[in-house]
Each structure stands twice: as structure tokens, then as C-alpha cells.
């Protein structure tokens, strides 16, 4: 049997690689800068990583991965649409705050991945959207939310996921209350409206 | 006087060096290709362009410069913010629909520009998105909108500028009505409401 790879020695080199693509972009780095900075050789690395597309691939893989199976959770979970939306919301700008450099990566480099690797990521990305449509459709279905168009449903998910490009870990907000403010956006628009008991 | 650079001509060489930036990444592009797919030499093409670089620097300065000069207009014009919301957002999805490609490569290539030419496209990105902020704020100054935190007033533009990722020339809806929808969204959100007549 050939030796067990060190889960946590992996993750230190994925989380090397993810700053070096992001410092330099994917096509900028080679496995041989990516050894070096983890301080390791060549072969010491393809122990763990065997090319650096699959370097991108697990970092992708691991990132999303642990999103689809949040979102299963919370969609799996008693309650109202608009409830679990803000669970959804909160889950992901908590993710993308936590993986701020990893989220860049991720979303500039995917084209560089190919053949099933980036089926994998495309699969889980769609997955991941799928969570929020079905919870978006379950609100509908219960009479809390309007029938929403696809671009509508498209430009909720958008608003959040593309929060990497202005989320900052030293932010005035914690992930949690930028999450509330975009569900409050959502939810209920920014029009003015007389209080429900306003007289 | 140095003969005068025929605009048409520059405008078809940036056209041809934005597909090739889209299809091989900028730092996977050279200024002999850009010549090679113009049909023109390398010092033809130094007549129009003196580096890769400020061929992204004019790429993405034509595109912003439009948008901060439409929405410049939009937002001197009389009437309610929640009308010039809607100006810019028609605006923006028209102007993403045309030029898709362009915005790709706008997007993804940013942080390849140096010096001066980073500093004067991060300037024009941030005079338009003021002009998205100024309209807000006037929209609340006038208690048409409700007081939005900034994260919100900035998912709004985001929402707006990423449609890139997902538009298609040839999608089910028209820019405008693409803009139209997105404005509902952020107006009213997607809680259901009794009608204001409701019984």
C-alpha cells in the first residue's frame, strides 16, 4: 500500500499555492516555486499535488465543497424561505470572508482548469446555485416570496458571491451583519415604505 | 507633426487585441500576435499602440469613460432617483451587452495595469460608481429610499456590474428588460406584499 499523504501537510501546500496563483497569477507559477515556498522538493510535493492544475482543482474542490454541503444543511433544515435565505447569506459572506484569497483564485482561474476537473467545479458551482434557487422557489411556492424571474434569482446569488471583490477581513462589519444588510436589500428593497401599523 | 493616427484603425486593433486577451489571458498575449491577427506589422502597430499594456489601458478606459459620461448625464437630468436608477441600470446591462468581451477582459485584467494607467482606470471606476452613490443618497435625501448602509448601496452596483458573468448576447431578454428586472429586485425586494389596495 503506498504511504498515507498528511492531510494537514496537503492543506499547508494548497494554501501555499492559493498565494502564490493569487500573488501571481496561475500561469505566473510553477510547481517548483510552489516546493519552494512550502520549503519541500519536487517529489516531496508530488506526493501530495501532482501538477499544479490539480493544485487549483483541490483548491477549488475543498472551497466549494464545503459550501454545497452547508447549503444542503440549511435547506434541509424546518422553517420559512426568507429565514433560511439569511442562513444561506450568512454561510457564504462567513466562507468568502474566511477564504477571501482563495475565493479570488478560484473565481479568476477557473478557465484553467479542463476536461473533468472543471466539470467537477462547474457541477459543484451549479449545485451550490441550486440550493439558493430551490430555496428561492420554496418561498415562492409558500406565498412569502414573489415569482421571481431567473435574472432576479441570478443577480440575488451574484450580489453575494461576488462579495470577494469588496469584502475586506478588516471590514467595519462582521460577516454576519454584511449578510443581514444584503438580505435586507433583498428582501425588501430599498423603497420607502409607510411602517405596517403607520397611520 | 507626426502623422495623425487614424482612429478607425485603433479602434480595430483594440477590438482584435481584447479577443485575444479574453482567449489567452493578458499575460498569455504578445504585441507581435496583436500585429499577427491585424494583418499589420510591429511597427504599423506602434504607430496605433506602443505596448500590450496600454492596449489594456485603452480597452478599459473607452469602456468606463462611455459609462462615467452616460451616467454623468443620466444623473444631471431632472426626476426621481428611483426613475435615474433605472437610467443606469438600462445603461449599464445595454452597455455590458455590447461589449461583453471587453468587460471579461476589463474585469479580469485590472491588476495588470501599473502606475498611472492602474490609478486613472481605478479613478473612473470609482467616478461611476459615485454617480450609482450620489443618486442613491439623493433618493434618500428625498425619502423616496429607505437610508442604506454602504454594503448595501455597493451590492447594488455589484449586482449590476457582474452581470458580465452570466449575460448573453443571445439570451430570452433584452438588456433593458434584464435592467428592468434587476431594478424591481432592488426596489422592492422579493418579499410578497398585499397590494397597496388589498382588502
Known sequence: MPRQADPRKKQRILSIATDLFAANGYHGTGTAQIAD???IGKSALYHHIKSKEEALFEISRLLLEELVQAGERIHGKAGPADDKLRQLSRELIRNIGANLTAWQVVSAEFEQLTGYRKRIIAELRRSYENTWLTVIESGTAAGLFRALDPVQ??????????????????????????????????????????????T
Do not use: F, N
Open 37 to 39: 515556498a512550502a520549503g
Open 153 to 198: 434569482a441570478k443577480a440575488v446569488i451574484t450580489m453575494h458571491s461576488q462579495t470577494y471583490l469588496w469584502l475586506r477581513a478588516d471590514g467595519r462589519l462582521t460577516p454576519e451583519e454584511i449578510a443581514d444588510r444584503l438580505c435586507e436589500l433583498v428582501l425588501d428593497g430599498i423603497h420607502a415604505r409607510p411602517t405596517p401599523t403607520g
